[in-house]
């Protein structure tokens, strides 16, 4: 699945974790993320998505398996330190602050004593909010508040972002500003970002997909290994075609479903 | 940010103000200058420990309004609608019922100390549903368990001697105008300590306002912040109700008036809300003793005159479920 020589900053081994006795939601998963690496998430509703992101931010914990992050048991890690490894936004349909910008980025630099390298000015301005750092969140459109909260996740400086739905509720402009911001963010900080998303035709953009159905992962690769028409109709219990262009890209068709 | 440090500036000459001001000003103005025995006496032994306590007092009730409201991400809690007080009120009184004095003066605030944190956690216990708090809940848990302790006193005093159900009763309906030195030490105590803890989990409640996700994200454990701010406000309820009985609204009001000067950010909106709620209880103070002299209103009067049109304000703001 990976190379040997890359090396991994988060692996989940074999995890299990159910919120009641009955139904185990995740089922002996087991992936790994590499350095450097921009994942999709892809799944549909209640595949399971959100759960791994929070087992591999630590916000929950597995009831079997072993979570490890730079090969040490991410558990084993005192609070601020992790937070200073791992960045995790939620899904974050009606989130309401009462802060500034300034105010909301700045809390990156909680786990710290010491300012770690990036500025709040710098991180404003690598997402382009530098005008915007008096404003208060409300005041602030779908796409500005993804933004912030990832400039947020800058100061912090952790190299692993993982995000729930960031594109969640977006018109589809602000979406892919806000991918190609991440890719800008993966390639000049080598941070390695993972993000859940449903989005089938987004998930073709992406280098590398992990596909979830039922709190297990059917697979993982490249969008042209991963996105058959077969793993998708059994993700998403739906008939769909995928359509490649003879220039590499490609498209999801709906066929008699639409 | 220069015009943030001139508000500041701002914030903490109010009190200091207020302070002076309730020392002076009442039935007979007093200049500390020029006064005679007697003033002194009046200014040393009457005025002086009724503005300290009326101080901390306000300073205890603005900083635990300003931390629940944002431990439940609501801008209507304080201690008194969470049911807090009046716990921390009935274990109080059954202690002077009781005739408990087994740690001196700092008997009561200590059984009120633990009446808050018992009902502090029956709250949390009732608003506690699939694995969040939900404020709502939390609420009429609150107001349901504000009329059971009302009642509950009610009962206690009807069956208790003569002694005890006047000394509760004096404490109950009890004003500044009991305030005395004796009060001063553990009310320093109690008031300092929850400010500081509040104070130095300000930044883990700046996270907390943004959700139990993000908190976890930035290097906070939710749950050991949330108990650590909880005990903080146990302490300062606790304080407030030994200090001088129920006075409402400076929890609910302060809070929304230092947002609405500085912001949000907990590290400033602790101590500004703490200054400025000791400040409106002295000002309260003052107008309770000059409005009508002889006579004077009990600053809680004052203050939920002042307070109850600004809670009705809020309740029509749109935005009154963001704080």
Request: some cysteine.
């Amino acid at each position: 699945m990976f190379s040997a020589s890359e090396p991994k900053i988060l692996e989940l081994r074999t995890i299990s974790f159910s919120y009641t006795r009955q139904r185990p939601l995740i089922r002996e998963l087991s992936l790994s993320v590499g350095e450097g690496e921009f994942i999709g998430l892809l799944g549909a509703n209640g595949s399971g998505k959100s759960t791994m992101l929070k087992l591999g931010s630590g916000i929950l914990r597995p009831s079997r398996g072993n979570i490890l992050l730079w090969s040490k048991p991410l558990h084993a890690y005192h609070n601020r330190d992790r937070a200073k490894l791992i960045s995790y936004l939620p899904q974050m349909l009606d989130i309401t602050a009462p802060f500034t910008i300034r105010e909301l980025v700045g809390m990156g630099l909680y786990p710290y004593d010491i300012p770690p390298a990036m500025s709040v000015d710098s991180a404003l301005e690598m997402v382009g909010l530098q005008g915007k750092a008096s404003a208060y969140l409300a005041d602030l459109s779908g796409g500005e508040k993804r933004r912030t909260f990832i400039a947020m996740t800058l100061v912090q400086g952790a190299g692993l972002l993982l995000l729930d739905e960031p594109l969640a509720n977006l018109d589809i402009k602000y979406q892919i500003e806000l991918v190609r911001l991440l890719k800008t963010l993966r390639n000049e900080k080598n941070i390695s970002i993972v993000m859940a998303l449903h989005d089938i035709n987004m998930a073709l953009q992406f280098s590398k997909v992990m596909l979830v159905k039922d709190g297990a992962i059917l697979g993982v690769g490249s969008p042209e290994e991963v996105l058959t028409d077969a793993l998708i109709q059994d993700a998403f219990d739906v008939r769909v075609n995928i359509m490649r262009q003879t220039d590499g890209s490609s498209y999801i068709h709906y066929g008699d479903n639409a | 940010m220069r015009s943030m440090k001139l508000k500041i500036v701002f914030i903490v000459c109010i009190p200091v103000l207020a302070f002076g001001l309730s020392l002076v000003a009442g039935p007979k103005m007093i200049n500390p200058f020029s006064a005679d025995d007697i003033s002194r006496e009046i200014l040393f032994s009457i005025r002086a420990p009724r503005s300290l306590v009326a101080l901390l007092m306000g300073m205890a009730l603005g900083a635990s309004g300003a931390v629940l409201q944002g431990i439940l991400k609501n801008p209507l809690a304080d201690p008194y609608i969470l049911g807090i007080s009046s716990g921390a009120s009935l274990a109080a009184a059954l202690g002077i019922m009781a005739g408990a004095v087994f740690l001196g003066t700092f008997t009561i605030p200590l059984l009120a100390f633990i009446g808050a944190l018992i009902t502090g956690s029956i709250v949390g216990i009732m608003g506690w549903k699939r694995g969040g708090l939900w404020p709502e809940r939390l609420l009429l848990a609150g107001v349901g368990l504000s009329f059971l302790f009302s009642a509950l006193l009610m009962l206690f005093m009807s069956i208790s001697n003569d002694e005890g159900l006047r000394k509760a009763m004096l404490w109950i309906f009890g004003d500044l105008s009991m305030s005395e030195w004796s009060k001063i030490p553990y009310g320093v105590i109690f008031v300092g300590i929850g400010v500081l803890m509040s104070l130095s989990r300000a930044k883990a409640l700046n996270a907390l306002i943004l959700g139990d996700e993000f908190a976890h994200s930035l290097g906070f454990s939710p749950h050991k912040e949330r108990f650590i701010l909880f005990v903080a406000v146990g302490l300062l309820t606790a304080a407030s109700v030994s200090l001088g009985g129920m006075i409402g609204f400076i929890g609910l009001l302060v809070p929304h008036i230092i947002r609405f000067f500085i912001g949000s950010d907990s590290r400033l909106l602790i101590p500004c809300s703490a200054l400025i709620g000791g400040a409106l209880l002295c000002v309260a103070d003052i107008i309770s003793k000059s409005v009508l002299p002889p006579m004077e209103l009990p600053a809680g009067i004052v203050t939920a005159i002042i307070g109850s049109p600004y809670f009705l304000y809020l309740l029509r703001r749109k935005n009154v479920l963001s704080i």
